[in-house]
C-alpha cells in the first residue's frame, strides 16, 4: 500500500508538471501573438495618419478643359491713353534734369522754449516704484530704506527746482517716464 501511494504521488507530480508546462507554454505564444498584434496595428495606424496628412497637405487640382481657344483682344478693344505716356515722358526728363542740379539743405535750428518741471507727487507712489525712480536718478539711500526715507531722499534730490523753469529743446527725445514716472508704455 506504501508503494502504490507513492507511485501515485509520483503520477500526480508528473502530470501536474506536464499540464503546467503546457499552460505556460500557451500563455506566453498567446502573449506573443498579442505584442505582434499590437505592433501591426500600430504601424497600420501610423501609416493611415500619414496617408491623411499627406492628402491634407497636397490637394490635387485638375483643371477643367476649356471647350473654345481664348480670342485675342483686338485693337478696338484697348483703350489708348495719351496722356499717361507724355506725362511720364516729362516725369523722366526731368529726373534727368534734377540730378545735374545741386541738392538743396535745409538747416532747421531748434526752437528753444521755457518751461516748469512737473511736480510729482512722491506720496501715491508705491514704494517699489519710489526705489525704481531713485535708481534712475542715481539717488544715493540705504540697503534698506523705509518710504518716508525715499522721498526724503528724492526731494533733496529735487533741490526746490520744482518751480524755477528749464530749457528744453523741441523735438529733443525725452521719456514719458521722466514727466509721468506711473505712465505705462504702449505698445
Known sequence: MNMV????????????????????YLYTRVT???KRVMLIESILLDIKMNMENMMKEEPHYIPEPTAAPAVPITREEVENIPEEEEMYKTVLQNSGSAEEAEPVI????????????????????TKADLISLCEKRSVK????????DLINALRKNDGGSESAPTQEVEGASFSVTDVFPLAATIE
Open 106 to 125: 535745409a538747416e532747421e535750428e531748434p526752437v528753444i522754449t521755457e518751461t516748469t518741471k512737473v511736480s510729482v507727487n512722491y506720496e501715491s507712489m
Open 5 to 24: 501511494l507513492s507511485e501515485s504521488i509520483t503520477v500526480a507530480i508528473l502530470l501536474t508538471l506536464v499540464f503546467g508546462a503546457v499552460c505556460f
Open 141 to 148: 539711500v540705504g540697503k534698506r530704506p523705509g518710504r518716508s
Open 32 to 34: 506573443y501573438s498579442e
